[in-house]
C-alpha cells in the first residue's frame, strides 16, 4: 500500500479503525481528483459495498496489508500484492484487507473477484466482524493458478455490522505474487427461493393436507415451529427479541479459530426438530425436507458454522416444544350436549372437535377469556336468544342467502363462500390460507430472512391464540349455539342443506358450535398483525385458494381488513354462520392480533 500511510498493525478496536477512516479520507482527497473518484464509483456493480475494487485509478487506497514486508501496488488495472512468506501465524498475520463497509443480518450477498498467483497456491477471503467476537459471514479458501479467475460467493450474513471487513488471508504459503481485481460486494435481492422461513412454512402447509388437521392443533403447532424458527434466527444474528429463549452464543477457541453459528442451518435445524417432534408419531419423515432444505441454502457457509447452526436451532426447538408439554392440549374429556332448543348438537353424526380448545394456555394471551364477546345477540340465554327479532332475522338471512340453492346469493358470493373454505380433508385449512396470503404479500414486499421470521411468527402466535379464544366463545360460555342447518330445521322444517359440501356434494358442516366463527377470529387476528407490521391497511394483493370448489380462483384485497371482511362473511354465504359469528369472531380476532403485536417478537 501506499508508504505515506505506514499502516503495519492489524488491530480491531473501533479506536484504530476510526482513524484509519480518517487518514483514509484525507489521502483520497489528496491522491484522487473528483472526476476520478467519480468514475470509479460509475465503474462499480450497483450496490457495490467495496470502495476501489477495480483499481483503475491506479491506487491501493483504501486497501491495506498487515505486514511490512508485504508489498501491494496497483499494475495494469490489477492490485499486485507481494506476499513475505510463511507466517507465524498464517490465519491473521499477512492480510491485505478493506475496512468499514456494513452488512445486514439476514441479508443475501454476493462476494465476487479475480485472482491469480504466480504458483499455484491457495487463497483464504473472509467477510467478518471488525470487533469481538471475531465472527464470520463468509470463509472460504479457493486455488489460484497463474490463469486470472472468477470466484463467486453468495450468503447471507447471520449477523449485522455497520463496519464489517473484508479480508483475503496470505500468509500460510512460500513467498509469492497473487494479483486480485473486480472485488465487489453486492447486496442481492430477497430470493424466496432461498428463505428457509418461506420454505419450512411450505412443509408445515404440506402436512396440514397430509393429515387433515383441525385448525386448533395445526395453530397450535404452527405457533410452536415459527416461535422456534424465529428464536434460532435471533440467537444467531442478536437482532430483535426472541419469544421463549436467547440461545447463548458461544464462540470458542482462538482467534486463529472462530466459528459462527449459520443463520440457514439454525433455522432449518429448529424447523426439522418440532415438525419431527410433532408429526413423527403420526408417521410423518422429514428427513427429505431437511435434506433439500441444506441443499437450498446459499454458497459460502462451511462445514463447522453449519454445525454450530445445528446446535442452536436444536436448543430453540428443544425450548419452545418442552413450554407446551403441560399446555392443556391434550384434554379430549367428552364434550356434554346441552340438550336445550339452540344448543349445538352434531349435524353430520361427528362428535365435536377441540371442545376444551378453549382453556389451552395461550401463546401471548392471559387466557383463553381475555377478549371474550358477549353472548349472541346480547341474550343471557338460550331461550332469551331463540325469542329476539335479531336472530329470526340472521336465521331468514341463512336460508335466502346460504343454502345449496339459495335464490338471493349472486355468483360472486357463491366464488366468496367457497374461496375462503377451505375446511376440507386435502386443503390447508383457514391457517394454512392465511398464512399463504402472508407470504403472498412477503414476496411481493421482498422481506428478507429476519423481517419473515418475524412477520410469521407473529401470525402464527396470533391464529393459535385466535383458535384459542374462538373455541372459549364456542365452548366455554351460556350459548354453544346450535348451527344454521339446525336452526333452520327448527323453524321451517327439514328439507334446507347449507351451500358447504363436501368433495362429493354432500352438505357438510363443521362439527362444534356456531359462535363466534373461527374463521372470522382467524382472519381477524391475521390482519390486525400485518396491518401493524407493514403499517398500512393499503396493501393490495392477489389472494389464492386451495378448496377443491374454487380450484384457480384468484381474488384481489384491496387491503387486510377487505380480506378479513370478506373471509368473515363468506361464512354465511356458505350457510355454516350466522351474520353476529362472524361480526363477534373479526373483532376478536382483531383485539387478539393487536394485542400479540404489541406485547410479542418486539424488533
Keep these: 500500500m501506499a508508504p505515506t500511510l505506514g499502516l503495519r498493525h492489524y488491530d480491531y478496536s473501533r479506536r484504530l479503525r476510526h482513524l484509519l477512516t480518517a487518514l483514509l479520507a484525507i489521502v483520497l482527497a489528496i491522491t484522487l481528483p473528483a472526476v476520478s473518484r467519480a468514475q470509479s464509483a460509475s465503474a462499480a456493480p450497483a450496490g457495490n459495498l467495496i470502495l476501489n475494487g477495480t483499481f483503475d485509478n491506479g491506487s491501493t487506497a483504501p486497501w491495506w496489508t498487515r505486514l511490512a514486508a508485504t508489498s501491494t501496488t496497483v499494475n495494469a488495472g490489477q492490485l499486485r500484492i507481494r506476499t513475505a512468506g510463511p507466517a507465524s501465524k498464517p490465519t491473521w498475520d499477512d492480510l491485505v484487507g478493506h475496512f468499514e463497509f456494513g452488512v445486514t443480518a439476514g441479508q443475501p450477498y ?78 442481492l435481492a430477497n430470493d424466496p427461493a432461498t428463505d428457509p422461513i418461506l420454505y419450512w412454512n411450505g412443509v408445515l402447509l404440506d402436512t396440514y393436507k397430509a393429515l387433515d388437521l383441525p385448525p386448533t392443533s395445526s395453530s397450535r403447532e404452527a405457533a410452536i415451529l415459527h416461535a422456534a424458527m424465529h428464536d434460532a434466527a435471533v440467537s444467531v444474528t442478536g437482532v430483535g427479541n426472541p419469544y421463549r429463549v436467547r440461545v447463548p452464543v458461544s464462540y470458542p477457541g482462538t482467534m486463529d479459530n472462530v466459528v459462527a453459528p449459520s443463520l440457514h442451518a439454525a433455522i432449518d435445524r429448529a424447523a426439522y426438530d418440532v415438525l419431527t417432534a410433532l408429526y413423527g408419531p ?22 463447522a458454522e453449519a454445525a454450530r447452526g445445528d446446535t442452536v436451532g436444536a436448543a430453540a426447538a428443544t425450548a419452545n416444544l418442552q413450554a407446551r408439554v403441560n399446555d392443556g392440549s391434550g384434554d379430549n374429556t367428552p364434550y356434554q350436549l346441552d340438550g336445550v332448543p339452540g344448543s349445538w348438537r352434531p349435524t353430520n353424526g361427528k362428535a365435536a372437535v377441540s371442545p376444551n380448545w378453549g382453556r389451552v394456555t395461550p401463546f401471548a394471551l392471559t387466557s383463553g377469556r381475555q377478549f371474550r364477546p358477549g353472548l349472541p345477540a346480547n341474550a343471557v340465554d338460550y331461550a332469551d336468544l331463540l325469542g329476539k327479532q335479531e336472530y329470526r332475522d340472521q336465521v331468514q338471512e341463512l336460508r335466502d342467502h346460504g343454502g345449496m340453492s339459495s335464490p338471493l346469493r349472486t355468483d360472486d358470493q357463491t366464488q366468496i363462500a367457497f374461496f375462503w373454505a377451505n375446511d376440507l380433508a386435502g386443503t390447508y385449512k383457514p391457517p394454512g390460507q392465511l398464512f399463504t396470503h402472508t407470504r403472498i404479500v412477503s414476496e411481493q414486499r421482498q422481506l428478507g430472512i429476519l423481517a419473515n421470521a418475524r412477520l410469521f411468527g407473529l401470525v402464527a402466535l396470533a391464529l393459535a391464540d385466535a383458535a ?39 352438505a357438510y358442516t363443521p362439527a362444534f358450535p356456531a359462535y363466534i366463527s373461527g374463521h372470522a377470529t382467524f382472519a381477524g387476528a391475521w390482519a390486525a398483525v400485518m396491518q401493524r407490521f407493514f403499517g398500512t391497511d393499503a396493501i393490495g394483493f392477489d389472494a389464492t385458494t386451495d378448496d377443491p370448489h374454487a380450484v384457480g380462483v384468484v381474488r384481489h384485497m384491496s387491503g387486510f381488513d377487505h380480506a378479513a371482511d370478506e373471509n368473515a362473511m363468506s361464512r354465511i354465504y356458505l350457510g355454516v354462520h350466522y351474520r353476529f359469528d362472524a361480526d363477534a369472531g373479526l373483532a376478536t380476532g382483531r383485539s387478539v392480533g393487536a394485542y400479540v403485536f404489541a406485547n410479542r417478537l418486539r424488533p
Excluded: C
Design 468 to 506: 384459542i379464544a374462538a373455541w372459549d366463545a364456542k365452548y366455554d360460555t351460556g350459548i354453544d349455539l346450535w348451527r344454521p342447518v339446525t336452526a333452520i330445521e327448527a323453524m321451517f322444517g327439514s328439507g334446507w342443506q347449507p351451500l358447504s359440501q363436501d368433495r362429493n356434494g354432500v
Design 110 to 187: 454476493r462476494l465476487q473477484f479475480d485472482a491469480s498467483a504466480d504458483l499455484s497456491r491457495t487463497l483464504r477471503v473472509s467477510v467478518s466482524r471488525a470487533d469481538t467476537p471475531f465472527t464470520s459471514a463468509v470463509d472460504q479458501t479457493v486455488g489460484l493458478t497463474s490463469t486470472m479467475r472468477r470466484f463467486t460467493f453468495d450468503f447471507a450474513s447471520p449477523f449485522g455490522d455497520p463496519q464489517a471487513v473484508l479480508l483475503f488471508h496470505l500468509g500460510a504459503h512460500a513467498a509469492s505474487t497473487v494479483r486480485l481485481d473486480n472485488i465487489s460486494l453486492t447486496p
Design 282 to 303: 403420526q408417521g410423518r419423515s422429514y428427513t427429505a425436507a431437511f435434506n433439500t432444505a441444506v441443499g437450498r441454502r446459499p454458497s459460502g457457509v462451511n462445514a
